[in-house]
């Protein structure tokens, strides 16, 4: 996304009511082999905000800003329920990440929703998951099963935690409903909440090549 002449790799979310809105502009640039960002964006200003999405506070955190765990911490802070990772890493790298995604949400003590571009003819890894603020994998995607659902409670709770329930499609939900995605779009890595009507949030992955005529400035 270009905004006043500066290019920034964005997340947003979007639903019927206000449409497209922006959440969050990621700071965390790694500028290395196979993760060329700092050639491709500048930096956002550094803010980590939760933005309601329905009922729910969400908290981006987007692709390597996954290893940042004082934001998940801050994130928790602030009340978020669901930080979002939209990411584009490879196959090799999976479990690592996943790694990174119970962490994140164990720190939070918020839900870890992630989604990943799939290809079958490059090295993206797809599985995307959702993690329990306790650290467990409630559903993650394959090639077999590219869609999940979770519904989750958002009230505090008041005794032990009744078990999340796990979809392969959409529903609406009586609470709130979480969906993550490995798609095979040219965007890499969307992301769906659904919380008491349709929305959004997305944001793009990493370049996996430095093109110097598109360098920031």
């Known amino acids: 996304m270009t905004r006043d002449g500066r290019r920034l790799n964005e997340g947003f979310v979007w639903d019927e009511e206000a449409g497209y809105r922006t959440a969050h502009h990621k700071f965390y640039l790694p500028n290395e082999e196979g993760a060329w960002e700092a050639q491709w964006y500048e930096r956002g200003d550094g803010s980590f905000e939760v933005v309601q999405v329905g009922a729910a506070k969400v908290g981006f955190v987007i692709c390597s800003e996954l290893w940042a765990f004082q934001r998940a911490r801050e994130y928790g802070k602030a009340g978020a329920h669901v930080l979002v990772t939209p990411r584009l890493t490879t196959r090799s790298s999976v479990d690592k990440w996943l790694a990174g995604g119970l962490a994140a949400a164990v720190v939070s003590g918020a839900y870890s929703l992630s989604s990943n571009r799939a290809s079958e003819t490059q090295d993206y890894g797809g599985r995307g998951w959702v993690v329990s603020p306790d650290g467990e994998v409630l559903a993650s995607t394959s090639p077999a099963a590219p869609f999940a659902t979770v519904d989750i409670d958002l009230a505090p709770p008041s005794g032990p ?33 659904a919380a008491t009507g349709s929305v959004r949030a997305a944001g793009a992955g990493s370049p996996r090549r430095a093109d110097p005529r598109t360098r920031s400035r």
């Open 161 to 193: 935690s009744p078990p999340a329930r796990v979809t392969s499609s959409i529903e609406r939900p009586l609470t709130a409903s979480m969906a993550v995605s490995a798609t095979r779009h040219l965007r890499p890595a969307l992301l769906r909440i």
